[in-house]
C-alpha cells in the first residue's frame, strides 16, 4: 500500500532553515507528481509545493516563493523541501501528497515551529 513519512521538523528561529523530506513507498513513485502542503489549526490545508514526475518541473506558493525550494530523487524515492529564511507565519504542520490518479494520499506529516 502507498505509504509516505515525513521527517525533519523541527523548531527554527526566525531567519533560520529546515529540510524536510518524505520517503515513499507502495507506487510507482517516478511516475506522479509530489507536492507539499502545511496545515495550522482552524484554517484549510496549503498547498506549499509541487514538482512533476521527472522533476523538471516546479510550482510554489506565492507565500513561500524565493525561500523554499522542493526536489526529488526518482531513485530513492524520496521528495524533500528545503526551507529558507524561515518566518513565524511558515509554523504548520507539513504533510507529503502523492496524486496517484484521482486519489490522494498523506503521510501522517511533521511539525515545524518557526519562533524565537
Known amino acids: 500500500q502507498v505509504q509516505l513519512v515525513e521527517s525533519g521538523g523541527g523548531l527554527v528561529q526566525p531567519g533560520g532553515s529546515l529540510r524536510l523530506s518524505c520517503a515513499a513507498s507502495g507506487f510507482a513513485f517516478s511516475r506522479y507528481p509530489m507536492s507539499w502542503f502545511r496545515q495550522t489549526p482552524g484554517k484549510e490545508r496549503e498547498l506549499v509545493a509541487t514538482?512533476?514526475?521527472?522533476?523538471?518541473?516546479?510550482n510554489y506558493a506565492d507565500s513561500v516563493k524565493g525561500r523554499f525550494t522542493i526536489s526529488r530523487d526518482n531513485v530513492k524515492n524520496t521528495v524533500a523541501l528545503q526551507m529558507n529564511s524561515l518566518k513565524p507565519e511558515d509554523t504548520a504542520v507539513y504533510l507529503c501528497n502523492a496524486r496517484i490518479w484521482f486519489s490522494d494520499y498523506w503521510g501522517q506529516g511533521t511539525q515545524v515551529t518557526v519562533s524565537s
Open positions: 514538482i512533476t514526475a521527472s522533476g523538471v518541473s516546479t
